[in-house]
């Protein structure tokens, strides 16, 4: 059999310090080079052949993969949360976490995390920088309503952030002094901007040949428009990673954890663990969702009954889940089954 050596990669903005040992745990070699592509280059020059490698999730592991993944025989990315053994140590440092990752790679211990593809982390990308200019474009509107009251005026809280309402309020308010008048335009100057930029990459995302089909599919669902559909194709990315619905409920955030001892079982509330971005939306959607679909509408009631209605929210957001599922898995249209169960075909 041909011998593989195993490489452990710390990585950071800076510098990337590694460990090469061989499947006996003999270390190869081992130090630091700074963190670009032409050292990268150079340095794997120098690797014995073949060779896999394995690296922490951090803001810098995405170009480092693509790039070293060409030339691996397999490359893996580490769950920053499950390698409890290099926060545990008492001695850490980038030179002894590299040889730890090495070694959770070649005793095959590695708590390997999902890595989507380049095509989807590059879109993704543009979904979350879309998102960013959201809460910016609410900031600017509470701004608004702040510097308003600030000096004391009356406003219809309804109608502020309309053009043609806006434009009356400055001109025949007296109470709105010539101080004020600027800021407020240059607020609602900016809103407008950032409206239009978000507009614009969303229309770029939909109309992507990657996404089109796919987010068509998923917007026949009810209660699922573009937003909700962008953000599970490409945060969830490839969906047959899930091997069942509960896993997929927990990357969304839609469970809480568990904590027993004994015969004492504690529930806590939503898992942190999770894809915020994912929770987030499939939370807003379920609010909507009892507007547009009878179906999802009797599970909101039946759940609110018992008294709490952000559990009934919830369940919602997890039929949701189970929804989206079902029509990213068959890659059809969605259509409710003629069962008594009504469970999504």
């Not at 380049?118 to 998102?131: F, K």
Request: hydrophobic fraction near 40%; charged fraction near 25%; glycine fraction near 4%.
């Amino acid at each position: 059999m041909e011998l593989m050596y195993y490489i452990g990669l710390d990585v950071h903005k800076q510098k990337i310090s590694y460990c090469v040992k061989d499947s006996g745990g003999k270390v190869y070699a081992e130090g630091s080079l700074p963190a670009t592509r032409l050292d990268l280059d150079l340095w794997m020059k120098t690797l014995p052949q073949p060779w896999s490698g394995a690296m922490e999730a951090t803001i810098f592991t995405g170009w480092i993969y693509d790039h070293l993944k060409p030339h691996a025989a397999a490359l893996k990315v580490a769950h920053p949360l499950m390698l409890r053994a290099i926060a545990a140590a008492k001695k850490k440092n980038d030179r002894i976490d590299a040889s730890k990752i090495c070694d959770c790679l070649r005793c095959d211990f590695l708590p390997e995390c999902y890595m989507a593809s380049t095509a989807i982390r590059e879109r993704r990308r543009t979904l979350r920088y879309r998102n960013l200019l959201v809460c910016q474009m609410v900031q600017m509107k509470i701004k608004i309503s702040s510097l308003l009251m600030e000096a004391g005026v009356s406003y219809n809280k309804q109608r502020l952030h309309k053009a043609g309402y806006f434009r009356e309020l400055l001109a025949k308010n007296p109470d709105i002094d010539e101080g004020l008048v600027p800021l407020l335009r240059l607020c609602r100057e900016t809103v407008v901007r950032l409206g239009k930029t978000e507009s614009a990459l969303v229309r770029s995302l939909e109309r992507d040949s990657l996404l089109v089909e796919r987010v068509e599919r998923l917007m026949t669902i009810p209660a699922v428009g573009p937003i909700t559909a962008l953000t599970w194709a490409l945060e969830v990315g490839d969906v047959q990673r899930f091997s069942s619905l509960k896993k997929a409920i927990n990357c969304c955030g839609l469970c809480g954890a568990e904590k027993s001892s004994g015969n004492t079982v504690q529930r806590t509330p939503l898992s942190k663990q999770r894809n915020k971005h994912l929770q987030t939306t499939l939370i807003e959607a379920a609010k909507m969702a009892p507007r547009n679909s009878p179906e999802l509408a009797m599970l909101y009631d039946k759940k609110k009954q018992k008294g709490n209605a952000n559990r009934a929210t919830l369940a919602v957001a997890r039929k949701l889940v189970a929804y989206l599922m079902a029509v990213d898995r068959g890659q059809r249209n969605f259509r409710i089954a003629e069962t008594s169960s009504n469970i999504a075909a």
